[in-house]
């Protein structure tokens, strides 16, 4: 069973404030992807990569940075939080296109 | 570029109903076209998959299938349970730009016992 680990599972952050969200997978995947959801528009995707160093931008990177330091970890940071980016953000990972896997998802609060 | 729609917002049902829910694609290229399944507290997790070259999915008693004429696919299963009761989203396989999936707004089931 693919195993993707997002840490922390909820954040209440200040606006403004720096704020990163961990992912760490343990299957080997070379491709990771971060989508936040929203109600009404679905997953949607902020960034992804196609293996260590690599970082590309998705549909709605705008206030979002991603780091991919390692095969195993790709994280999200957001540089100064604002309340527009309180969503659902989820970390998933895979080799192909059919064949992703996603994480539990990371509750984030920006007051 | 690639899209698809997922107009059904919420479907309420009771156990042994019939569930049908539909999507909308637009894609330039031979599509792919995948359902997920979330429960409450839980990622998505891939539920089926539809291609050209199979036309129909099927895994678990739900139902894959698509329309290239209308350009639509589908989801059904003849007798819900309570423990279907989700969020599923359909989803188009995106080549453009290096996009991996493009997800439907959801469409939220409840059933009732």
């Known amino acids: 069973e693919a195993a993707v680990t997002q840490s922390p599972r909820n954040k209440v952050a200040v606006t403004g404030g720096k704020v990163t969200l961990s992912c760490n997978q343990t299957n080997n995947h070379n491709n990771m992807y971060w989508y936040r959801q929203d109600t009404g528009h679905g997953l949607r995707l902020i960034h992804y990569s196609y293996g260590a160093g690599s970082t590309e931008k998705g549909d709605i990177p705008d206030g979002y940075k991603a780091s991919r330091p390692s095969q195993e970890n790709f994280s999200l940071i957001l540089e100064l939080a604002t309340p527009s980016q309180t969503s659902v953000y989820f970390c998933?990972?895979?080799?192909?296109?059919?064949?992703?896997?996603f994480g539990k998802g990371t509750r984030l609060t920006v007051v | 570029g690639d899209s698809v729609t997922q107009k059904q917002g919420q479907v309420t049902l009771s156990e042994d109903d019939f569930l049908f829910i539909n999507c909308t694609y637009s894609t330039t290229t031979y599509p792919t076209l995948l359902w997920y399944v979330q429960y409450l507290g839980q990622g998505p997790q891939l539920l089926l998959k539809?291609?050209?070259?199979?036309n129909k999915g099927i895994s678990r008693g739900f139902e894959a299938t698509y329309d290239k004429g209308t350009t639509s696919f589908h989801l059904q299963k003849a007798s819900v349970q309570e423990s279907d009761s989700a969020v599923y989203f359909c989803?188009?396989?995106?080549?453009?730009?290096?996009?991996?999936?493009?997800f439907g707004t959801g469409t939220t089931v409840s059933v009732s016992p």
């Open positions: 989803a188009l396989v995106s080549y453009q730009g290096g996009r991996a999936l493009i």
């Open positions: 998933a990972s895979g080799d192909g296109p059919t064949e992703v896997f």
């Open positions: 539809v291609t050209t070259a199979n």
